[in-house]
C-alpha cells in the first residue's frame, strides 16, 4: 500500500512564527501536492512539484513556499503565519493521473 | 472559475434508504473524475474513478458513479446506506489540458444518515 505521511497531527504556532510542515510517501511518486482544507472550500491546492527541486504554484501560493530536495519529501513553508492560516493541509502524491493518494492531514492553529 | 461544482452541502438519509450526491463539472477538454470519502478525522480515501471506458463506475462500499458527458456531471450513488457512510464526500477533477495536471476538488458533501 502506498504511505504518505506527515509530520504531524496538530500543529499549534503563534502569528509571525516560521512554521514547516513536512511530507513524506514512500512509492517512489513522481508528482506531490500540498492542499488547504477549509469548511464549505473543499481542498485547494497551494503547490505542487512534479520532479525534485521543481515547483508549481497552485490557486493559493500567497502566503507560502515549498521545497523538494529529495524525491520523497515535500516540505510547506509558511514563512510567517498568520492566523488566516489557520486550517487542515493536505499532502497528496501521484503516479501519473491514475490515483492521488492522501496523507491523514496536519490540523494547524495559528494563534 | 470553479472546474467542479457539488450541489447540495448536506444530505440527511435515513438508513437503508438510497442516496445521490451529485456533481457536477465545467471543463472544455477531456476530463479524469474522482470521487473521494473523507471519514471524520481522517484522511480522504479513494472511493472511485472514472478514466476511460464504461461510464458506469463501481467503487469500495457499494457506491458507483455515472459518467455523464452530454450533462457534464458525475453522481455518486448508493442503493442503501448505513451508519458507518456518515462522512464528507469529494468529487475531483483532472482536466487534460496538456500541461501540469491538477486535481481540482469541489466543496464537499456531507452525507449523514440516521437511525
Known amino acids: 500500500d502506498v504511505k504518505v505521511t506527515q509530520s504531524s497531527r496538530y500543529l499549534v504556532k503563534r502569528t509571525g512564527e516560521k512554521v514547516f510542515l513536512e511530507c513524506v510517501q514512500d512509492?517512489?511518486?513522481?508528482?506531490m501536492f500540498w492542499y488547504r482544507q477549509d469548511p464549505g472550500l473543499g481542498l485547494r491546492l497551494i503547490y505542487f512539484?512534479?520532479?525534485?527541486?521543481?515547483?508549481e504554484k497552485g490557486d493559493i501560493p500567497e502566503g507560502y513556499s515549498v521545497s523538494r530536495e529529495k524525491k520523497e519529501r515535500f516540505s510547506l513553508i509558511l514563512e510567517s503565519a498568520s492566523t488566516n492560516q489557520t486550517s487542515m493541509y493536505l499532502c497528496?502524491?501521484?503516479?501519473?493521473?491514475?490515483?492521488?493518494?492522501f496523507g491523514p492531514g496536519t490540523r494547524l492553529t495559528v494563534t | 472559475a470553479q472546474s467542479v461544482t457539488q450541489l447540495d452541502s448536506q444530505v440527511p438519509v435515513f438508513e437503508e434508504a438510497p442516496v445521490e450526491l451529485r456533481c457536477n463539472y465545467s471543463?472544455?477538454?477531456?476530463?479524469?473524475l474522482f470521487w473521494y470519502v473523507q471519514y471524520p478525522n481522517q484522511g480522504l480515501q479513494l472511493l472511485l474513478k472514472?478514466?476511460?471506458?464504461?461510464?458506469l463506475v463501481k467503487g469500495i462500499n457499494g457506491f458507483e458513479a455515472e459518467f455523464n458527458k452530454s450533462q457534464t456531471s458525475f453522481h455518486l450513488r448508493k442503493p442503501s446506506v448505513h451508519i458507518s457512510d456518515t462522512a464528507e464526500y469529494f468529487c475531483?477533477?483532472?482536466?487534460?489540458?496538456?500541461?501540469?495536471?491538477?486535481?481540482?476538488f469541489g466543496a464537499g458533501t456531507r452525507l449523514a444518515v440516521h437511525p
Open positions: 497528496a502524491s501521484s503516479f501519473r493521473d491514475r490515483g492521488f493518494y
Open positions: 512509492m517512489d511518486h513522481e508528482n
Open positions: 512539484s512534479y520532479d525534485v527541486k521543481m515547483k
Open positions: 471543463s472544455s477538454v477531456s476530463v479524469y
Open positions: 472514472y478514466l476511460s471506458g464504461s461510464t
Open positions: 475531483a477533477v483532472i482536466l487534460l489540458s496538456g500541461g501540469y495536471n491538477k486535481l481540482i
